[in-house]
């Protein structure tokens, strides 16, 4: 599970396992007009999310089923947007091939037919187990601030047969939606949606 050689490497056929980190963030979630009255700096919308829990095991998740496709098909259902309208993912990305895997597939089963750029951050901040999603969140609203997808980190190899769209270098691109995916421990699967406010 843990990479021996210490590199993070997602979504690439040389992929080893995780690697930790260590750091934390905080947001604030609040109603956007109240946000607007006393002049905070907005960085994202959030429009709605999807999240499961298939309970199998610690820390490989069920494969057999699809729970993580349900958690992005509710997020998508309860925030309105349609997956052609995303621009930028941000996956789990942690770096084992079963659930690397897992992942690629389900994100092909969602946008059959329009794939966005994909990019995994872990490679960036390590695997800080509970504080992942939230640490690589930030970094998503600040991508979507400022047009800017980073590149995936340690992606030379990627494996093909993943049929991703891996950023594989600092990309700019217009964002205005993103969505964040994590699946967690026990079998936690969570799919968040945001919208950059004009």
Excluded at 169 to 197: P, Q, R, Y
């Amino acid at each position: 599970l843990y990479a021996e050689d210490g590199i993070t490497k997602p979504f690439s056929s040389e992929k080893s396992g995780i690697v930790f980190g260590d750091g934390g963030a905080a947001l604030i979630l609040e109603e956007l007009e109240h946000a607007r009255r006393r002049g905070a700096k907005i960085y994202g919308e959030y429009l709605g999310g999807g999240f499961s829990l298939e309970g199998w095991k610690i820390t490989v998740p069920n494969i057999t089923d699809d729970f993580y496709a349900r958690s992005f098909e509710k997020a998508l259902k309860v925030s309105g947007v349609h997956s052609s309208e995303i621009d930028f993912i941000n996956p789990h990305g942690v770096g084992t091939q079963i659930t690397d895997s897992y992942e690629a597939i389900m994100i092909n089963k969602i946008f059959e037919k329009y794939m966005p750029l994909v990019s995994a951050f872990k490679p960036l901040v390590g695997h800080n187990l509970g504080g992942s999603a939230l640490i690589e969140l930030a970094i998503a609203m600040l991508s979507m601030k400022n047009n800017l997808v980073p590149a995936t980190l340690n992606s030379n190899n990627i494996n093909e047969k993943l049929r991703l769209n891996i950023v594989r270098d600092n990309t700019e691109k217009k964002l205005n939606i993103v969505a964040k995916m994590s699946c967690g421990f026990a079998g936690f699967n969570g799919v968040s949606i945001f919208k950059k406010v004009q």
